[in-house]
């Protein structure tokens, strides 16, 4: 079963710009989790998605923002970039409500500028 | 205080040992728990989970679970120089996915 995707691997972008990283889940798997890792703070929950709804949100400011589509890709969107969001995005699948083990993708390195 | 508190090491040990990483939580109605290893540039990666109290072994991988003293352990057997990474605890109150992780423990396994 071939694992989660994301894309693009690498990103550089310049303050202001805004950037959408997109995440395909494990095969079956309904419900897709974004975090941000930095050296400083490590991993942090941004938010999660099932059958197309929110479902938990983390503490970040509204220009973090995502979505899940009817096949259970989700994408998420930052705004106005500040230096501060360069990280590694990752995305995390699980099977769905009943089940909290999650399976992290390769990640997405932003860059900002 | 943090929700979750790992010792960051690094934490050396020599091939053959045993290592022994440990996880404090601060949420009592915390329901699950988990290990990832993180290889350096790489992504986590899920090796144990564990929901009630006791040991969960899996080949080389024991997890230990104590909800009383809100203390989660993994150890690693015969270790490896391989298992040298970042082991990250997560642990969550089953609402909506969220885990909350620890700030790791580097495992350095020298040969």
């Known amino acids: 079963k071939a694992g989660v995707t994301q894309t693009p691997r690498y990103l550089i972008k310049t303050r202001g710009q805004q950037v959408t990283l997109s995440c395909s889940p494990i095969?079956?798997?309904?419900?897709v989790s974004w975090y941000q890792q930095t050296p400083g703070q490590g991993l942090q929950f941004l938010f999660e998605y099932f059958s197309e709804t929110q479902r938990n949100k983390g503490n970040f400011p509204g220009r973090f923002s995502g979505r899940q589509f009817s096949n259970s890709r989700s994408e998420m969107n930052v705004s106005t970039l500040e230096l501060g969001d360069s990280a590694l995005y990752l995305c995390?699948?699980?099977?769905?409500?009943?089940?909290?083990?999650?399976?992290f993708g390769p990640g997405t390195r932003l860059t900002v500028l | 205080q943090k929700e979750v508190e790992q010792n960051s090491g690094p934490l050396s040990v020599p091939e053959g040992a045993i290592a022994s990483l440990n996880c404090t939580y601060s949420?009592?109605?915390?329901?699950?728990f988990f290990w990832y290893r993180q290889y350096s540039g790489k992504s986590p990666e899920l090796i144990m989970s564990?929901?009630?109290?006791g040991d969960k072994e899996d080949g080389r991988f024991t997890a230990q679970l104590n909800k009383a003293s809100q203390y989660v352990s993994l150890l690693i057997r015969d270790s490896q120089p391989s298992d040298s990474a970042t082991y990250l605890c997560a642990v969550t109150r089953n609402q909506g996915g969220k885990l909350i992780f620890g700030q790791g423990t580097e495992l350095s396994v020298k040969p």
């Open positions: 564990i929901y009630s109290n």
């Open positions: 095969s079956g798997h309904r419900s």
């Open positions: 949420d009592r109605g915390s329901q699950s």
């Open positions: 995390a699948s699980s099977q769905g409500p009943t089940s909290n083990e999650q399976f």
